[in-house]
């Protein structure tokens, strides 16, 4: 069964530090690791998609890696901004075609 | 280009009654997903549909049953609601089989079973 861990599960920092946030899942076959972010008691909002063979990609200040083999993601925020906080939450699709969430991060970053 | 569209976006109920929440998938999208998320929780699977068909169906009760339409939009209902159904429950569109594309959310719909 596939497990989605995220550590750590909340983080608050001063506005321009660059921060890793990081995701681990139990079962490598997977097909892609989506992250999103969640502000409090709306939606999500896709940031970025890796696909299974892909080992990073890069949005503005974010950018995300994937190593499938070690079952490991972690997402980088670049000069951090208030902005920016939000709950980070990342999701596996396997074989199943279903998301498996992990239970975020809750980021604040202060001014 | 409308996204994910959900209604309504605030409900509240009390326990023992039904509800319906409905969703659009965003254009293009054929596949529909629904989700339970409780406060500080990472959202939980509850189905899939595609092709007007529940194709796969997580952890969760009778109670809860869906439907998918022809223009591949979707229904949530909640028979014989309890406390514990009190949740953000979020819809979620995709393209079948497509790895590439991921998943778009729509803003959820925040149920309050009282």
């Known amino acids: 069964k596939q497990e989605v861990t995220q550590i750590p599960a909340a983080l608050s920092v001063p506005e321009g530090e660059n921060l890793v946030l990081n995701c681990s899942f139990t079962?490598?076959?997977?097909?892609?690791l989506q992250w999103f972010r969640q502000d409090p008691g709306k939606g999500l909002t896709s940031l970025l998609l890796?696909?299974?063979?892909?080992r990073e990609q890069t949005s503005g200040r974010l950018n995300a890696s994937l190593d499938k083999s070690s079952g490991r993601s972690t997402l980088y925020i670049a000069a951090s901004q208030p902005g920016d906080s939000a709950t980070y939450l990342c999701?596996?699709?396997?074989?199943?075609?279903?998301?498996?969430f992990g239970t975020g991060t809750r980021l604040q970053v202060f001014p | 280009d409308a996204g994910v569209t959900q209604s309504p976006t605030h409900l509240i109920k009390t326990r023992g009654q039904q509800v319906t929440l409905r969703c659009s998938p965003k254009?293009?999208?054929?596949?529909v997903s629904w989700y339970q998320q409780a406060l500080g929780q990472g959202p939980q699977f509850i189905f899939q549909?595609?092709?007007?068909?529940?194709?796969q169906r997580g952890n969760f009760p009778d109670r809860f049953s869906g439907h998918q339409f022809p223009n591949y939009s979707s229904e949530l209902n909640v028979n014989a609601l309890l406390l514990g159904d009190s949740a953000l429950y979020l819809c979620?569109?995709?393209?079948?089989?497509?790895?590439?594309?991921?998943?778009?959310f729509g803003s959820g719909t925040r149920l309050t079973v009282v």
């Open positions: 999701a596996v699709v396997s074989n199943t075609d279903k998301l498996i």
């Open positions: 549909y595609y092709e007007e068909e529940e194709r």
């Open positions: 079962d490598s076959a997977i097909y892609n």
């Open positions: 979620a569109s995709s393209r079948d089989r497509d790895e590439n594309y991921g998943y778009t």
């Open positions: 254009s293009g999208h054929d596949t």
């Open positions: 890796i696909q299974s063979s892909q």
